[in-house]
């Protein structure tokens, strides 16, 4: 009897180091599958990330010309607001005259 107990302790615990060891490897295939997953999805993240960066670099691009031409115009009206100013003022100045 009591090596029929011993076979039956020794055969359970056969039977759950079996069980342990296959719910390792279906922990093991679950935490691949979990990486797999977010492997993929921080791919996708950063797919995404760059494209935006991408966009924000090519609204710069934009906003420098732009600005550029911005800065011409406004180089453009101040010279032709100083050769109006001294039109106007050799204007004045011959309006002086005639008035004197």
Partial sequence: MEVMK???LNYFLLIMAVFF?????DLSKEAEK???????KTESLDSLINKEVDKVLALDSLITIESDKV????????IS???LDSIAKDKVKILEKIIN
Avoid: A, V
């Fill in 21 to 25: 060891l296959s719910s390792c490897s």
């Fill in 34 to 40: 979990r990486l797999n997953e977010l492997e993929n």
């Fill in 6 to 8: 011993h076979f039956f």
């Fill in 81 to 83: 607001s100083s050769k």
């Fill in 71 to 78: 800065k011409k115009l406004d180089s453009l009206i101040n």
